[in-house]
């Protein structure tokens, strides 16, 4: 069982930038990939970032890339989505996922099997 835990959400002006954390409470995320989604009020939740434990491979949507990035840290057993150039467009709960989905279903969120609590990031204008 993994239980993620995300950290890091807050209130940050546009142009400005944050660090999510996530972690597990439970087992480590070796041999899994772990995502990043997000979901505003009123939309469906969306894909972000995901990283793949075994051999690192990185994926981005297309809204985020260039902007945000996707890093791991196999010590800590801890994934971070670095948000640089934040927008008002991006406030949202912002959700770490794990599973191991196919690279073609990557950022569907129905081939991630556990999900953290959410973090809030709200992006002021």
């Known amino acids: 069982q993994v239980e993620p835990v995300e950290s890091g959400g807050e209130l940050v002006q546009a142009g400005g930038s944050l660090r999510l954390s996530c972690t597990t409470s439970?087992?480590?995320?070796?041999?899994?990939?772990v995502g990043w989604f997000r979901q505003a009020p009123g939309n469906e939740r969306e894909f972000v970032g995901a990283?793949?434990?075994?051999?690192?491979?990185?994926y981005y949507s297309d809204s985020v890339k260039g902007r945000f990035t996707v890093s791991k840290d196999s010590a800590k057993n801890t994934v971070y989505l670095q948000m640089n150039t934040l927008k008002p467009e991006d406030t949202a709960v912002y959700y770490c996922?794990?599973?191991?989905?196919?690279?073609?279903?990557?950022?569907?969120?129905?081939?991630?099997?556990?999900w953290g609590q959410g973090t809030q990031v709200t992006v002021a204008s």
């Open positions: 990283v793949r434990w075994l051999g690192g491979n990185l």
């Open positions: 439970g087992n480590s995320f070796s041999g899994y990939t």
């Open positions: 996922a794990v599973g191991r989905p196919i690279m073609s279903t990557v950022a569907v969120a129905g081939s991630y099997y556990y």
